[in-house]
């Protein structure tokens, strides 16, 4: 069974641009969340999809946005980066059966280096 | 009361000895306690899960304890091997359709040969 798969791998972009994150959950998984790991610091919960649906949405500015498509992979889409956006997005996937004590399973991760 | 404070920050650890991180929280309506191991490049992986109905649970060298009085749990890891090392994030949530999954700061764990 394949695992979460993320792209790209890494990113480098300048302040200012807008990126795209893309996401592909385990095969029957229905939820995704997109977490956000700077340098030294624990994850910080950035997004919750479910069926297409955002079921809750962490302590970020507006300008950090998603979506879920039909076939369950999600995109993050961050507009405006600035130089503390730079850190690895996390994408994890589970069942969606028991919300938040479902067992959740990691992508790698995108590196996002904002210069 | 959303915080899950974990420490210490860092570990070393020889070969062959335990180790032991800490975690507490605050709210009491958290019913859900996991463990998640991360190896370097890779992301988190579910190590060990536990829910406030027991006050231990052992899988292999890992074990957790809970404390709800405290509002405390802990990881410990017997015998520590140089493959254990890593970082290690504890985590709380609640059962509810819509509750996300708190992390802890992260222990990086390091067992010398």
């Known amino acids: 069974e394949a695992g979460v798969t993320q792209s790209p791998t890494h990113l480098i972009k300048t302040r200012g641009q807008q990126v795209t994150l893309r996401c592909s959950p385990i095969s029957g998984h229905t939820s995704v969340y997109w977490y956000q790991q700077a340098l030294g610091l624990g994850l910080q919960f950035l997004l919750w999809?479910?069926?297409?649906?955002?079921?809750n949405r962490g302590n970020f500015p507006p300008r950090f946005s998603g979506r879920q498509f039909p076939n369950y992979s999600s995109e993050l889409n961050v507009n405006a980066l600035e130089l503390e956006d730079s850190a690895l997005y996390l994408c994890?996937?589970?069942?969606?059966?028991?919300?938040?004590?479902?067992?959740?399973?990691f992508g790698p991760g995108t590196r996002l280096t904002v210069l | 009361q959303q915080q899950v404070k974990q420490s210490p920050q860092s570990l070393i650890v020889q070969k062959g000895g335990i180790s032991i991180i800490n975690c507490a929280y605050e709210n009491t309506a958290f019913d859900y306690f996991p463990w998640y191991q991360q190896f370097p490049g890779k992301g988190p992986a579910l190590l060990i899960a536990?829910?406030?109905?027991?006050s231990e649970k052992k899988e292999g060298r890992f074990t957790i304890s809970f404390n709800k009085s405290a509002k405390q749990f802990s990881l410990h890891i017997m015998d520590s091997q140089p493959g254990d090392s890593a970082t290690y994030f504890c985590a709380a949530s609640r059962m509810d359709s819509s509750y996300k999954l708190i992390f802890g700061s992260g222990t990086r764990l390091l067992v010398r040969p």
């Open positions: 999809y479910d069926e297409g649906e955002e079921r």
């Open positions: 536990i829910r406030p109905d027991v």
């Open positions: 994890a996937s589970s069942r969606g059966t028991s919300g938040g004590t479902d067992t959740q399973y």
